[in-house]
């Protein structure tokens, strides 16, 4: 069973930066998607941004020039450099690899940014 192995989350301050990291346990074969979402208290969740095996992005609009993702697409990884953090962007966020064969969720890290 493929794990998805997330770190870096934390607390920080308004205008604060961390990096998310996310690995897989083994090596997953026809990925499509590596991405980042989120969940906040009492909210649905959302995402935060894609990234396809081409290298295509997508960002939610609130993140948009505050965070970057990247990928190694060899090792299975995706990370995600948060910048300019704002109290809105408290939540759980959630590491999702896409393949060809299954959809994989990591189980989550915390990320409070405090005011």
């Known amino acids: 069973q493929v794990q998805l192995v997330e770190s870096g989350g934390g607390l920080v301050q308004v205008g604060g930066s961390l990096r998310l990291s996310c690995a897989a346990s083994?090596?997953?074969?026809?990925?499509?998607?590596m991405g980042w979402y989120r969940q906040a208290p009492g909210k649905q969740r959302e995402l935060v941004a894609t990234?396809?095996?081409?290298?295509?992005?997508n960002y939610a609009d609130s993140v948009k020039g505050r965070f970057t993702i990247s990928r190694d697409n060899p090792n299975n990884t995706v990370d995600l450099q948060m910048n300019s953090l704002k109290p809105e962007d408290t939540a759980v966020y959630y590491c999702?690899?896409?393949?060809?064969?299954?959809?994989?969720w990591g189980q989550g890290t915390q990320v409070t940014v405090s005011s």
């Open positions: 083994e090596r997953i074969f026809s990925i499509m998607t």
């Open positions: 990234i396809t095996s081409g290298g295509r992005i």
């Open positions: 999702n690899i896409r393949a060809f064969i299954g959809d994989y």
